[in-house]
C-alpha cells in the first residue's frame, strides 16, 4: 500500500469541491487512480458545503453542539454521540474556519458518493473509492489519529467470522475496520498541522471495491461497544 499526500493550496469557503480536487489530480496518473482510494479531509468538504458558524459566545457554541448531536453523553457536552461515533463536541472545529467554527458535512457518505461518481465519470474509472477523514482521539492514548467519518466505493469492514485462523480455530468475533485504517494511514501522511495537504491517493490498497454501499456496517450497538461500562459512568 502507497500514500501519496498532495500538497494544495488553502480551501475557502464557499470555494467549489470538484474543481479543486480536479485541479491536483491533475498530477496523479489515471492509472494510478484505477483502484485507488482517494481520502479527503472533511474541513474542505464541509467548507465547500458551506458548514460553517460563526462563533459568537458560549451559549451559542453549547447551543450548536446540542443541535448537531445525536446524544449527549456527558453534562459538559466534551462526549457526544454523532453518526455513530463517540466526537467532542459533535465534531465541531475552531480552527481553520477564518473565526468560523466548521461543522462536519452534513451527510459524508453522500459526499462521498457524489464525488466519487463525478471522479470516475470524469477520468472513465471501474474501481474507485473515496474516503473522508476527520481526527479523533483512542481512550487513554495520547494525540489525534484519522478515522474515517463518510467513504464510497469500497467495503468498510472485513469480516473474519467463521473462517479459521493459522491454527485452524474458529473466528467468533473478529473483524478489521478497513475505512478507520485507511484514514488513519492518510491523515498521517496528510499531516494535522501547516501541511496542507488536505488530499492523498492510496494505491495498491487491500480493499474490496463494491458499488453498492452499507453505511451501518462500521456501526456498532451501543450495549454491545467493548467501552460500554464506561458510557454508563459517564454523566
Do not use: C, H, W
Amino acid at each position: 500500500m502507497l500514500i501519496q499526500a498532495i500538497k494544495t493550496s488553502i480551501f475557502r469557503e464557499n470555494e467549489e469541491l470538484l474543481p479543486f480536487v480536479l485541479k491536483y489530480l491533475k498530477k496523479i496518473p489515471k492509472k494510478n487512480l484505477e483502484n485507488s482510494v482517494l481520502a479527503v479531509t472533511s474541513k474542505i468538504v464541509a467548507l465547500s458545503e458551506r458548514r460553517t458558524r460563526e462563533l459568537k459566545n458560549k451559549k451559542d457554541k453549547i447551543k450548536l453542539i446540542k443541535k448537531e448531536s445525536d446524544f449527549i453523553l456527558n453534562k459538559n457536552f466534551l462526549f457526544t454521540l454523532k453518526d455513530g461515533m463517540v466526537m467532542a463536541f459533535a465534531g465541531i472545529d475552531e480552527s481553520n474556519g477564518d473565526g468560523k467554527l466548521i461543522l462536519l458535512p452534513k451527510d459524508s457518505f453522500k459526499s462521498a458518493a457524489i464525488l466519487r461518481k463525478k471522479l470516475i465519470q470524469k477520468y472513465n474509472l471501474k474501481n474507485l473509492g473515496v474516503l473522508i477523514t476527520d481526527s479523533g482521539f483512542i481512550p487513554l492514548r495520547s494525540g489525534a489519529v484519522g478515522m474515517a467519518i463518510g467513504y464510497a466505493g469500497f467495503q468498510g469492514v472485513k469480516n473474519y467470522i467463521g473462517k479459521k485462523d493459522i491454527f485452524g480455530r474458529v473466528l467468533k468475533m473478529s473483524k478489521t475496520n478497513i475505512a478507520d485504517s485507511l484514514a488513519a494511514s492518510a491523515v498521517l501522511s496528510m499531516g494535522e498541522g501547516s501541511e496542507r495537504q488536505p488530499l492523498a491517493i492510496i494505491t495498491n490498497v487491500p480493499v474490496v471495491f463494491t458499488e453498492k454501499m452499507n453505511k451501518k456496517e462500521m456501526k456498532i450497538n451501543i450495549k454491545k461497544d467493548i467501552y460500554a461500562p464506561l458510557f454508563n459512568k459517564l454523566s
